[in-house]
């Protein structure tokens, strides 16, 4: 739920204002009533009614419900990316089953002699 500043920013903004404490002040009374705008002083604005602040209560929760269905929406990305091994392992997979035919050792010629070469430089008891 926006806040009433937020719902007033948005206002403001929808009206090319921006916020000045010298111009709008909130209060609560601690009463249970909520905050309330308790002055107003921007020309040629009118202080918004309730019912011009719900709307951007309104347009804030649209935007939160479309946020949410993205992020649901991609649950599977999330779900997957803990799953797959590391991105260095999975490469390493990639050159042995290259390494074992002859035919992508062809195909797959530069990336090959690329991950072969640093292999060759730095064999697993290399520096022990």
């Known amino acids: 739920m926006a806040n009433l500043k937020t719902k007033v920013k948005k206002y403001l903004e929808a009206n090319s204002k921006a916020w000045d404490n010298t ?57 997957r990316l803990t799953e797959y091994p590391p991105i260095g392992d999975q490469l390493d997979m990639l050159w042995h089953s290259i390494d074992e035919n002859a035919e992508l050792k062809q195909k797959y010629f530069a990336f090959y002699e690329a991950i072969k070469a640093v292999k060759a430089k730095y064999p697993k008891w290399y520096g022990k």
């Not at 705008?37 to 347009?59: C, H, M, R, V």
């Open 23 to 79: 111009k709008v002040s909130l209060q609560n009374d601690s009463d249970g009533k909520g905050d309330y705008i308790k002055s107003w002083s921007y020309d040629g604005l009118a202080e918004p009614t309730n019912e011009q602040l719900e709307t951007y209560e309104d347009a804030a929760n649209a935007k939160q419900a479309e946020l949410q269905a993205e992020y649901d929406a991609k649950q599977y990305q999330r779900d």
